[in-house]
């Protein structure tokens, strides 16, 4: 049996399990780990019983409870390499000291260096046991520079000098830290477990956004949110499909008199910003070959767009390719799962 459901959708948190055979994948962890495993238990999924963790991109909405969920159930993550980067500048931005921070830093290092040449030159013999596990367990003392510290020479050439990383961080200090990293590349299919899976690209102001046609038990479902609009790769790979997850992110007269300051607004309206109820409905109606069960439109704005409007738009795109087997049209919010889709 395969199973699809969205637990989340939108700019607060995306979230959606998908099980073929015996293996069921979260993709993205935008929600807390509390409140998606809350989500999993009210629709009726086990969430130990997850066995990976399946990114599209390094946006907070897509990944903000992504650490903590993977120690909790100790699980690896898929990512693309240029995502995994992204997503560990987010959370571990480059340290930095201030020049008289660097300066002792370097002055004790250099006389713990010359101590210890001193010491191996004079010591011909063997060290004892209880030497060797003083020096094993011995750890340099971190430089940690006080909040809002910096020096005249940092502040006039805007240098900034990063800490020592001879010692790893543990996994406490280490907020990136995952019981299991696997890497995948767009255009090349892998498979986890009995899930088969194919990347590819969409236009998206990411590091390496991706969306993602799962394979299971002969079941095909497309899966493309965050995208600015649907270019030539993308719509084929959105054909031949029994599930079509597709963003339908806003209004666009909505977005135009909104809230958003303009700088956003042309963010979200540019090519790699995000799909308007207007450019889902084109694709609907001209790009898409009409042939899935279910259309889900997911990432609706809350602030720019209304349910209403996102189903009346794609009801008039599908007008033409009614059918009692395909295209049942649904909606993912963001506050409530959607209810299961089963094959």
């Keep these: 049996m395969v199973r699809f459901t969205v637990l989340a959708s939108g700019s607060k948190g995306n979230a959606a399990v998908l099980s073929g055979g015996r293996t069921r994948i979260l993709v993205d962890c935008g929600l807390s780990c509390r409140e998606l495993f809350r989500r999993m238990r009210l629709v009726g999924e086990e969430p130990e019983t ?35 980067r992204a997503w560990m500048r987010w959370l571990s931005p480059r340290r930095q000291m201030t020049y008289a921070q660097w300066l002792e830093q370097t002055r004790r290092q250099a006389a713990e260096r010359q101590a210890e040449a001193e010491v191996s030159a004079s010591d011909e013999g063997e060290p004892d046991e209880t030497d060797e596990a003083e020096a094993f367990d011995a750890e340099p003392v971190p430089v940690s520079p006080s909040p809002g510290e910096a020096s005249e020479l940092e502040l006039a050439t805007g240098t900034a000098f990063e800490q020592d990383s001879s010692r790893p961080p543990s996994r406490k200090e280490d907020p990136s830290w995952l019981p299991g990293l696997e890497y995948f590349a767009a255009g090349e299919p892998f498979e986890i477990g009995d899930v088969a899976i194919s990347p590819f690209t969409v236009p998206h102001d990411a590091a390496d ?3 993602f046609v799962f394979g299971a038990e002969g079941v095909r479902m497309g899966f493309a949110t965050d995208l600015g609009y649907v270019p030539p790769n993308v719509r084929a790979q959105l054909q031949g499909l029994d599930l079509l997850l597709l963003e339908s992110n806003h209004d666009l007269e909505m977005l135009r008199d909104g809230p958003y300051p303009w700088a956003v607004k042309q963010r979200v309206l540019s090519r790699v910003g995000h799909l308007s109820n207007e450019a889902a409905a084109e694709f609907l109606e001209g790009g898409y070959d009409g042939q899935a069960a279910y259309v889900i439109l997911a990432h609706l704005s809350e602030s720019n767009n209304l349910p209403e409007l996102v189903q009346v738009t794609a009801e008039r795109a599908l007008l033409g390719r ?22």
């Design 322 to 343: 009614a059918s009692l087997l395909a295209n049942k049209l649904l909606l993912a919010m963001q506050h409530e799962p959607l209810s299961s889709i089963y094959f």
């Design 209 to 211: 956004p991706v969306g």
């Design 50 to 84: 997850l066995d990976a963790i399946l990114i599209t991109h390094e946006h907070s909405d897509h990944v903000n409870g992504l650490a903590v969920t993977a120690r909790k159930l100790g699980i690896p993550v898929y990512f693309t390499e240029g995502t995994h």
